[in-house]
């Protein structure tokens, strides 16, 4: 899931200067990514 996470941030370019610029728009865009990023680690255990 951490190697996904980070995968998906770098397609996405959620970076560290994001953080730095804007945290609010950076603790969502993570929210997304990590929500997502469970949601396909939960389908590829639970449900395959």
């Known amino acids: 899931m951490l190697l996904l996470t980070k995968q998906m941030a770098e397609c996405?370019?959620?970076?560290?200067q994001l953080k730095a610029q804007d945290q609010?728009?950076?603790v969502r865009?993570?929210?997304?990514?990590?929500d997502r990023a469970m949601e396909v680690v939960n389908n590829d255990l639970i449900y395959a």
């Open 12 to 16: 996405e370019g959620v970076t560290e």
């Open 24 to 26: 609010m728009l950076w």
């Open 29 to 34: 865009l993570m929210n997304s990514i990590r």
